[in-house]
C-alpha cells in the first residue's frame, strides 16, 4: 500500500525558535497533501491543504504566517512552525492523496510530536 | 457544518468478544464515511469506507459497519476480537474529499 513518511517523529525545540517538519510519499506522487493537528483525546483537525505547486488553503483560525506551508514537489510536503511557542506543542499529522481514481483515499504519514519548551 | 462524535472513548473487550464502536454525525448534505485505525506508533490506515450503494460495508480485519441515513450513524463492528485489534479507531465524514472531519477516536483495548 502507499506509504507517507514523517519526519522527524519528535522534536524539542525552545521558544521562538522554528521547526521543519517534512512529509513524504514514498511509492505514490501525491497531488493533495493534508496537515492536521491532534490535541490530546481530541480529534485531528485540519489546519490547510496543499496541492503541488500551489499556495496552501489554510482552515479558518489557522495563521498561515506562523505554520508556513511548502508543497515543492508530488512527494514532498513541508510545514515550519515560526517562531514556535510552548502552545504550539501538539501532534502534526500529514496525509497525502494521489488523486484521480484515488481522490477519496488519505494516506497518513505517522505523525510528529513537537514540545516547544 | 460537519460534526462527528464518538461517543466512546475507551472499549475495553476480552478476546473472541464481539464488538461495536460507534460513531454519529451532524450535516445538511449528504456525505461520505471513513474509519481508520491507530496503531501505536503508526500513521492511520482505512479499515473501510461508506461512499454509496449497500448500506453495509466490508473492511480489513473482518471489520464491517453500517451506514445509518436516519440515525446519521455508521457503527463499527467485529463479530469477534482478537489481540492485535487493541488500537485507536477514528471515524470521520467528508462531502467533497477535500475535507475531512474526524471523530475523538476510541481506544479498543482487548484484553486476553
Known amino acids: 500500500g502507499a506509504v507517507v513518511s514523517q519526519h522527524p517523529s519528535r522534536v524539542i525545540c525552545k521558544s521562538g525558535t522554528s521547526v521543519k517538519i517534512e512529509c513524504r510519499s514514498l511509492?505514490?506522487?501525491?497531488?493533495?497533501m493534508f496537515w492536521y493537528r491532534q490535541f490530546p483525546k481530541k480529534s485531528l483537525m485540519l489546519m490547510a491543504t496543499?496541492?503541488?505547486?500551489?499556495?496552501?488553503?489554510?482552515e479558518q483560525g489557522v495563521e498561515k504566517d506562523k505554520f508556513l506551508i511548502n508543497h515543492a514537489s508530488l512527494t514532498l510536503s513541508t510545514l515550519t512552525v515560526t517562531s514556535a511557542h510552548p502552545e504550539d506543542s501538539s501532534f502534526y499529522i500529514c496525509?497525502?492523496?494521489?488523486?484521480?481514481?484515488?481522490?477519496?483515499?488519505?494516506?497518513f504519514g505517522p505523525g510528529t510530536r513537537l514540545t516547544v519548551l | 457544518a460537519q460534526s462527528v462524535t464518538q461517543l466512546d472513548s475507551q472499549v475495553p473487550v476480552f478476546e473472541e468478544a464481539p464488538v461495536e464502536l460507534r460513531c454519529n454525525y451532524s450535516?445538511?448534505?449528504?456525505?461520505?464515511l471513513f474509519w481508520y485505525v491507530q496503531y501505536p506508533n503508526q500513521g492511520l490506515q482505512l479499515l473501510l469506507k461508506?461512499?454509496?450503494?449497500?448500506?453495509l460495508v466490508k473492511g480489513i480485519n473482518g471489520f464491517e459497519a453500517e451506514f445509518n441515513k436516519s440515525q446519521t450513524s455508521f457503527h463499527l463492528r467485529k463479530p469477534s476480537v482478537h489481540i492485535s485489534d487493541t488500537a485507536e479507531y477514528f471515524c470521520a465524514v467528508s462531502y467533497n474529499f477535500n475535507k475531512f472531519y474526524f471523530g475523538s477516536g476510541t481506544k479498543l483495548n482487548v484484553k486476553p
Open positions: 496525509s497525502a492523496s494521489s488523486g484521480g481514481a484515488s481522490t477519496d483515499t488519505q494516506y
Open positions: 496543499s496541492n503541488e505547486g500551489s499556495k496552501a488553503t489554510y
Open positions: 461508506y461512499l454509496s450503494g449497500s448500506t
Open positions: 450535516s445538511s448534505v449528504s456525505v461520505y
Open positions: 511509492d505514490f506522487q501525491a497531488t493533495t
